[in-house]
């Protein structure tokens, strides 16, 4: 089984750690967790029984989510990677949001099983990255996605 | 304040309601409600602060999931009032899937505020329906969407 070691979301500053997603400090979020695998980028979940479309198949704002995160995870860790640094390295990463979010879904997504987004960044601007995603339930692609991330604004510093 | 009275989501099929965004039967879910709003369809939500990308705002995820259901509900209502029926008739409506979303995230989204999405729908094919969707806080558009919806395929039914 593949693994995800050092993800980018470990080494977010505390203030930007709370997304319900891919923060580690939002008690109730999903955690995901992004990292290098090879020159692709990795998120594995087991998403819980309550995110349900229907009883045993993942509802799409779940899937949605999960691309979202794996697309900001991802250019945060290409960035990172371009500015000489990697994951567990003890540098700051940057913290990218999402500009827009494409999702196909191919076919239903089981639960109780874990899914592996796989992701292919690209720079299109030293602050906007794309991530193309692939989201597998064992060899079965359940999901595609296309995520434009930005580096995060200031409109985006607490009111 | 506008409301929703009459839910699509409150006349799907008990087999149907878990689902975790707009199933009335998923107790831990958001249980999104999408109603007639003149000739537009209309959900409307507040989102539990543990939806934040950072603290004060929605994550990409959650306004994800919003444009997800409602553009599923949207589709129901569209084809049930075609072939004649308005929920709370008394008529089973048809349910949906997403077959593909789209986001552009267009501001910052606060969280403790009541959101606003409001959805045009169209018919692509008797089985297949497109929903473009505004989401606003206030005044203030935060996301655009745009949700292809298609009648639930029989691969969705538990296996």
């Excluded at 580690?24 to 967790?33: A, C, P, V």
């Excluded at 980028?41 to 704002?61: I, N, Q, R, S």
Aim: hydrophobic fraction near 35%; include cysteine.
């Amino acid at each position: 089984m593949n693994k995800v070691i050092h993800a980018i979301q470990d080494d977010y500053p505390a203030e930007f750690a709370h997304c319900f997603g891919c923060g580690r400090l939002n008690e109730k979020g999903h955690h995901f967790r992004t990292g290098w695998f090879g020159d692709k980028t990795l998120t594995l979940y087991e998403p819980k029984d309550e995110y349900m479309a229907v009883p045993g198949f993942a509802y799409g704002g779940f899937l949605a989510s999960m691309i979202d995160c794996h697309g900001t995870g991802s250019a945060a860790l290409a960035l990172h990677r371009k500015n000489g640094y990697e994951p567990g390295s003890g540098h700051i990463p940057p913290r990218f949001v999402t500009a827009s979010l494409q999702v196909d879904f191919v076919k239903p997504t089981p639960l109780q099983s874990i899914l592996q987004a796989v992701g292919t960044v690209e720079e299109i601007h030293p602050k906007k990255w794309r991530t193309t995603i692939e989201v597998f339930a064992g060899d079965t692609l359940c999901a595609k996605g296309d995520v434009t991330a930005v580096v995060m604004p200031d409109s985006f510093i607490q009111r």
